[in-house]
């Protein structure tokens, strides 16, 4: 009988940051697949008082591609006295102070970034959360397998991918999204980690799904609007769609050429 099963609210995910900590990406995908009645019930962290400070046990940019997919799931999320900082000092329970540690200023920089996206994004507080399941890009790539990538649907019409590349070489995969009504629009997708900006044809991706290329532990944080809700001229779109596509060697149907850039990067 689990903790759960006998009364807990809430458990410690120790599975989770184990497989994270071994860098087995196909091993998170398959702790990602328990039902929800189980995951929401889980204490999500990084660092705890029993193990060592996220910034000694993941070096970067793991830890940030550690972190994405830590808080990023569905369940509580756990954050250390801090680990926002990045202090390197495990303080043992007993003791009423620690040491006074520089900050990072790396790690504090993605850690603001963040908080303000769970803060400020009521899909990750409360809406649908659904794993994605990453295919390869191209015949004999098995990149793909060292993908995480999740999908959050929010109530106020707004949609979220989140996808990371938790491998230590860079990789390339598609995404089916789990959106209806893609087909017969345009939709732009923002980075809302970097801040970067792609513009992508809705039939692509219902065809063939989201093209990802990514450096090694690189994440991107999506939300995804049509074109009409954000704002933009569809002619104008158009030409643009067209021309990000074809300067960064990807047809139509967004199959990528050989030899070519990134379209989602960190």
């Known amino acids: 009988m689990t903790l759960q099963q006998q009364g ?18 196909a091993a998170v995908r398959a702790h990602l697949n328990a039902g929800l009645d189980y995951q929401d019930r889980l204490a999500r962290f990084l660092e705890n008082h029993d193990e060592p400070r996220a910034a000694t046990a993941f070096p970067w940019p793991q830890h940030c591609a ?3 997919i830590t808080f990023l ?15 390197r000092v495990r303080v043992p329970t007993h003791l009423c102070r620690g040491p006074i540690e520089p900050v ?18 009521e899909a990750f507080r409360s809406g649908d959360w659904t794993q994605l399941h990453p295919t390869p890009a191209w015949p ?7 993908f995480v990538a999740c999908a959050w649907a929010g109530k106020q019409g707004l949609s979220h991918i989140v996808v990371v590349n938790y491998a230590s070489a860079r990789g390339q995969c598609y995404l089916v999204l789990p959106f209806p009504d893609l087909r ?3 939709f732009r997708l923002k980075d809302m980690i970097d801040e ?3 513009e992508r044809d809705g039939d692509d991706l219902a065809g063939g799904g989201l093209y990802i290329d990514q450096a090694a532990w690189g994440l991107n944080v999506f939300e995804i609007q049509t074109a009409a809700s ?11 769609a067209e021309a990000d596509m074809a300067g960064r060697g990807v047809d139509r149907l967004g199959m990528a050429r050989r030899g070519t850039t990134d379209l989602a990067r960190r």
Request: glycine share 12%.
């Open 73 to 87: 799931s569905p369940g509580l999320r756990f954050f250390q006295q801090g680990e926002a900082e990045g202090a």
């Open 66 to 68: 550690a972190a994405a």
């Open 140 to 146: 004999g790539n098995g990149s793909s397998d060292g």
């Open 104 to 121: 990072d200023g790396e790690i504090s920089s993605f850690y603001d970034k963040l908080l303000l996206v769970l803060r400020d994004t």
């Open 184 to 186: 017969g629009r345009r």
């Open 230 to 240: 954000a704002g933009m001229n569809a002619s104008v779109f158009d030409d643009a």
């Open 8 to 25: 807990f609210d809430y458990c410690y995910d120790k599975r989770l940051y184990d497989r994270l900590q071994a860098a087995n990406a």
């Open 196 to 198: 970067e900006i792609y």
